[in-house]
């Protein structure tokens, strides 16, 4: 009789170890409370045919070979390099901040900062923004300043509803300076979009008969944790189970939430063939949005008309919205940790993706740790 094997969400994480599983052999049940597979990679065209990313713009990007070569088996790919812009100071700049950046807001210094920046970084192409910041020369040292004011400061407060000082360290040391011309938002080895979008991906990825696939069905309702022993609707479940979704709430919030950060999704049509000149503009100082997106850019259609997407960041309310970003603090990962310690008492269950694992994660990140993790699942 095969082995099973249970998974909770059906998102990269989910999907990945279902199929790495079946191909095994398990038999696996892959529950997912939404109505569709695929979690926040879902695309689908809207009422004009435009393939629409419905949570949010996701890039694909990596240079990890065995993430790119196993996406590969599932689905064919245009090459998409990512460029984004910021409204800075009524002008649209490269976002992450450049030398084109520099000139266009600075450009009677431009020169001097540009000399000075080779100077103090000879042969780097990225510093982070606190390699500015900490500079003694009061010209390097202002620009740092001007970018994080800027570039940074104000979107933080929108995106994440906390002082700056509050901010995780890791958070500020993602926003790069580029020392050049590269504009493109990513310097993976392997960029690119499925040709025909996420969905058909995932579709790929779950085509197994050793898949069983429940949409519409929380598993949280199904399952019943105590003492070591998991239960599906009231059955010991003595296979593999592997978690992707919020700890806390596997644990009924016993210690209390986990924060996150949530979106609002706003989608307009508009009866033109661009809105915008990239895919991404960021709006990090006035406006309540934090970024507009425009779907064509990443789908690689040819359409008439053009769909685009603000997003407004919100506070999470379970049941009424969609945990985004794990809220990165010293009292958040201690009371993750006390949630990790319960789910170590409970030997057939694995934690995988961001959610689970409570850590951003980028796409390539959550497929790599989805390999791994069903690696080590035996036979």
Not at 91 to 111: K, T, W
Not at 214 to 225: A, F, Q
Request: hydrophobic residues 35%; negative net charge; charged residues 25%.
């Amino acid at each position: 009789m095969a082995q099973e094997a249970l998974i909770i969400g059906a998102g990269f994480a989910g999907a990945v170890c279902a199929r790495r599983l079946a191909d095994k052999g398990y038999t696996v049940t892959l529950l997912e409370k939404r109505g569709h597979i695929a979690g926040n990679m879902y695309d689908e065209a809207d009422a004009q045919g435009i393939r629409v990313h419905w949570y949010g713009p996701h890039i694909f990007h990596t240079s990890i070979q065995r993430v790119w070569e196993y996406l590969n088996r599932f689905t064919d790919f245009f090459p998409y390099e990512h460029r984004v812009l910021g409204w800075i100071d009524g002008q649209l700049v490269p976002i992450p901040f450049n030398y084109a950046s520099l000139e266009a807001l600075r450009p009677e210094q431009a020169p001097v900062l540009e000399q000075m920046l080779s100077n103090a970084f000879p042969g780097q192409k990225r510093i982070s923004i606190l390699d500015l910041l900490n500079r003694r020369e009061p010209p390097l040292k202002e620009l740092g300043e001007y970018i994080y004011d800027r570039v940074f400061v104000h979107y933080t407060a929108k995106q994440w509803q906390l002082p700056i000082e509050q901010v995780d360290r890791s958070v500020i040391n993602r926003v790069p300076v580029v020392l050049g011309y590269d504009d493109r938002y990513f310097q993976d080895t392997w960029q690119a979009m499925p040709a025909e979008g996420y969905l058909p991906l995932f579709q790929a990825l779950l085509d197994s008969p050793n898949i069983c696939v429940c949409l519409n069905c929380d598993g949280l309702e199904r399952l019943t944790l105590s003492e070591g022993r998991i239960c599906l609707d009231g059955r010991e479940w003595i296979g593999p189970v592997i978690y992707t979704g919020p700890l806390d709430e596997l644990f009924r919030q016993q210690y209390g939430p986990l924060p996150y950060r949530s979106l609002e999704l706003v989608t307009e049509r508009y009866d033109r063939e661009w809105f915008q000149p990239a895919a991404v503009v960021n709006y990090p100082n006035e406006e309540d949005f934090t970024r507009i997106t425009e779907h064509k850019y990443l789908t690689g259609q040819v359409l008439p008309g053009t769909t685009i997407m603000k997003e407004y960041p919100l506070a999470y309310v379970p049941e009424k919205n969609l945990p985004y970003y794990p809220i990165a603090s010293a009292e958040s990962e201690a009371l993750y940790q006390k949630y990790r310690t319960l789910a170590d008492g409970y030997p057939r269950l694995h934690l995988c993706g961001r959610l689970a694992e409570y850590r951003y994660y980028n796409m390539d990140g959550v497929i790599s740790r989805a390999l791994e993790l069903s690696d080590s699942i035996e036979d």
